[in-house]
């Protein structure tokens, strides 16, 4: 992996969390549907499925004080993989897209919830995400995915995002804890596409370079049962769910996916071993 970077594409997704953790404020903040939010992740710990993840620890309230975190958690998304690169300085636009973009993975965003939500303020997340993220060991081709329309964007979005292609990815994920599926998140209703996420990367004239990764953005849908993330699932942890609020030690998480035309996707499995 060249370079990692995280979107936060699905609208419930982002509604979810904005209603958690801003209650009284309109849950999307206004700059949501004029870009594609993300921020630059760790591309030295992308780690391939079956890889062990390690409790992390560090700085969370009350206290705040150092320790293991104790709201770990997973993120189910999609990753992007750059092949071919491009120059510095010279944006790339959403229907060049496949010139770039090679295929996909499964990959789960490790996130430390306590850990997070005391750091990301104001610059945006850091040692909660940082520590690991697995993908699946296979990459599948951009052409092996059926596309369907991705929903419409209101208010129009600027010129270097303008689309004319569909690019909705008819993709549902299985997200399984200790062999039990407890949530089926379905890509195709994602708010921003792929073409967009990658145009927006390069729009100030940043390179990409082969071997670079974006992730969408963990995906959930309208219901509660296709939420992709145990925060949503348990709502901040107030309705367990298999009788788990967030990851114990020895916990296995496995994320799976198939196209709405049959075609596996593989899978990205991790085990959380003690801090
Ligand atoms: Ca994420």
Do not use: C
């Amino acid at each position: 992996v060249a370079d990692y970077v995280d979107f936060y594409a699905s609208e419930q997704h982002a509604t979810n969390l904005g209603r958690m953790f801003r209650p009284d404020s309109e849950p999307l903040l206004p700059n949501w549907k004029h870009l594609p939010v993300g921020y630059h992740g760790r591309a030295g710990t992308v780690v391939v499925s079956g890889s062990p993840i390690r409790r992390p620890q560090g700085l969370r309230l009350p206290g705040p004080e150092f320790g293991p975190s104790r709201k770990l958690d997973v993120e189910v998304e999609l990753g992007f993989v750059v092949g071919v690169g491009s120059d510095l300085g010279s944006p790339v636009t959403p229907g060049d897209f496949a010139d770039h973009v090679f295929g996909v993975v499964l990959l789960n965003d490790w996130s430390a919830r306590d850990i997070q939500s005391y750091e990301y303020v104001p610059l945006g997340p850091f040692l909660g995400k940082s520590f690991a993220t697995s993908i699946s060991p296979w990459v599948v081709p951009l052409d092996a995915l059926p596309r369907v329309p991705a929903p419409v964007q209101d208010p129009p979005v600027a010129d270097y995002l303008r689309t004319d292609s569909d690019w909705g990815l008819d993709i549902t994920f299985e997200l399984a804890l200790n062999g039990e599926v407890v949530s089926r998140p379905p890509y195709r209703g994602m708010y921003w596409t792929p073409p967009q996420m990658l145009a927006h990367i390069t729009a100030n004239g940043a390179s990409l370079r082969t071997g670079d990764l974006f992730a969408s953005g963990t995906v959930s849908g309208d219901d509660v049962a296709e939420r992709g993330s145990f925060i949503e699932l348990t709502w901040n942890g107030e309705q367990p769910v298999n009788g788990r609020a967030f990851l114990e030690d020895g916990d296995s998480v496995t994320i799976s996916a198939r196209t709405a035309t049959g075609a596996h996707l593989g899978e990205v499995e991790g085990t959380v071993v003690p801090a």
